[in-house]
C-alpha cells in the first residue's frame, strides 16, 4: 500500500491517449500523464455499466499490476472477456479515468424522512424550512433535521457536518490528532458531539429573529443522571451562531447521580418564546413525572443570552394559582408582532396574553392548552 504523502498535491492531465487499438483478438490501450496520481481503466458494455474491471491504484513507484511501477506511461491488454471470464458481446468502449477521490455519495439503509426516535420539537425558518428535533431520553440519541415544506429532508445539523467553518464552532470544542481537526464526543451513548444534548426533552423549540435555533438542553437520560441544563442556540447550517457561544444561560444547577435510572423516563415539556428583537427569551418548564417536580414553578422565566442563569420569575410564582396574577401548570408560549407574550395556562384552562412589559393585557378560555403559535403577521392564533 502507498503511503499517505505517495499522492502530491499536483492535477494530473494526459499527456497521450488514451488509445485503444485491436490487434488480433485482443485489444491494446495506452496512456501517459502528468503526475503520479490514481487511474481506472475498466471495459463499459452499449449502456454505461462496467463489464470488465481492468485496473485501478496509483500510478508511480507503488503501482500495482497489472499498472506498469515507476511510469506515468502505460500500456494494458484486454483479452475480449468480463470479469466473469466469458467472452464480451456488443457494442464495447474503453474508459480511463484519472485523478479519483474518496467521496460519500449516499448511506445504505438509511432515510432522512424516517427514524425510530420520538418527535422532541418542531418550529419553521423564516424560509419555510421545518426543523424537527429528534430525541431518544433512555439513552440520550439527539438529531435536529431539517425538511423542506414539502416534508423532504435537507440536511441534518444536529450532530453538526464536518464540513462546518471554526467560526461556529464556538463553546464546541475540538481535538486536533496528528494535524487533523476532529470533534469531541461528549456522550458516547447520546452519540454527541455538540454538549448537554443527551436526552433531549419534549419542547416548544424557537427560531430567533436573530436568525437561529434556540432549544432548551437535555434533560438527562438513564447513563447520564441530573446534568445541569442550560438554553443552547445552533445555526441553521448547524453549529453554534456566528460569534455566540453554543451554551447559554443555566435554566437548573446540576443535580448529580440520583439512583436508578435518573430522569431518563421523566415527562417533561419546556415552552420557549423570543421577543421580536430577539433580546429576550421566555421560558416555562414543566415536569409531568419523575424526578424534580418539587423544584418546578408555576412560572414564566425571561433572560438574556448574556446572563449567566435564571433570575426570578418574569410572570407567575412558585405556587399555582388561579388569579390574573398567577398560573396553574403553565406550557406553551408565544410571541406576536407587537411582542405579547401569550401563555398557555394550563391548569387553568386559559391563554392569558401579556405586553412586553408584563402587563395583563387580556385572556381567553382553552380547554387545556398545551402549546399555542401566532401568525407573525396577521396575529392569528
Known amino acids: 500500500e502507498a503511503p499517505q504523502d505517495a499522492r502530491k498535491a499536483v492535477k494530473a492531465t494526459f499527456t497521450a491517449g488514451p488509445k485503444a487499438l485491436r490487434a488480433g483478438g485482443q485489444v491494446k490501450i495506452s496512456f501517459a500523464v502528468s503526475a503520479a496520481t490514481d487511474v481506472e481503466v ?3 458494455d452499449a449502456k ?7 485496473a485501478a491504484g496509483l500510478l508511480g513507484e507503488h503501482a500495482l499490476a497489472p499498472l506498469a511501477k515507476g511510469t506515468l506511461k502505460q500500456e494494458l491488454t484486454w483479452d475480449g472477456k ?8 456488443g457494442a464495447v468502449r474503453v474508459r480511463v479515468r484519472i485523478g479519483s477521490e474518496a467521496k460519500l455519495t ?8 424516517t427514524s425510530t426516535d420520538f418527535i422532541a420539537g418542531v418550529t419553521v425558518g423564516p424560509g419555510g424550512e421545518v426543523y424537527v428535533l429528534l430525541a431518544n431520553q433512555s439513552y440520550g440519541r439527539t438529531q435536529l433535521r431539517v425538511l423542506d415544506r414539502n416534508g423532504k429532508y435537507l440536511r441534518t445539523i444536529l450532530p453538526y457536518s464536518a464540513s462546518t467553518p471554526p467560526e461556529r464552532l464556538t463553546g464546541l470544542g475540538r481535538l486536533t490528532v496528528a494535524g487533523e481537526e476532529l470533534p469531541i464526543v461528549f456522550n458516547a451513548h447520546a452519540h454527541s458531539t455538540v454538549p448537554l444534548v443527551g436526552g433531549m426533552t419534549r419542547q416548544s423549540m424557537l427560531f430567533s429573529p436573530k436568525g437561529h435555533l434556540v432549544l432548551a438542553s437535555a434533560l438527562g437520560t438513564i447513563t447520564s443522571h441530573g446534568p445541569p441544563r442550560h438554553l443552547l442556540a445552533v445555526h441553521p447550517k448547524g453549529g453554534a451562531p456566528k460569534g455566540m457561544p453554543f451554551v447559554g444561560p443555566q435554566i437548573r444547577k446540576a443535580r448529580g447521580f440520583l439512583g436508578g435510572t435518573g430522569e431518563g423516563y421523566a415527562r417533561t415539556f419546556d415552552g420557549l418564546a423570543a421577543s421580536r428583537d ?3 427569551i421566555y421560558l416555562t418548564s414543566v415536569v409531568y413525572s419523575g424526578l424534580g417536580r418539587r423544584d418546578r414553578y408555576h412560572g414564566v422565566f425571561r433572560t438574556k443570552w448574556s446572563e449567566e442563569a435564571l433570575g426570578k420569575p418574569f410572570l407567575g410564582a412558585k405556587s399555582p394559582g388561579d388569579d390574573d396574577s398567577h398560573f396553574d401548570n403553565p406550557h406553551g408560549l408565544a410571541t406576536d408582532a407587537e411582542g405579547n407574550l401569550y401563555v398557555c395556562d394550563r391548569g387553568n384552562n386559559r391563554v392569558m396574553i401579556f405586553s412586553p412589559a408584563g402587563k395583563l393585557l387580556g385572556k381567553f378560555a382553552v380547554d387545556k392548552p398545551l402549546d399555542i403559535a401566532v401568525h407573525p403577521g396577521t396575529g392569528q392564533n
Open 278 to 280: 430577539g433580546k429576550w
Open 106 to 113: 449516499g448511506q445504505l439503509g438509511w432515510d432522512g424522512n
Open 42 to 44: 475498466a471495459v463499459l
Open 48 to 54: 454505461g455499466k462496467v463489464v470488465r474491471h481492468l
Open 82 to 89: 468480463d470479469d466473469l471470464g466469458k467472452p464480451a458481446t
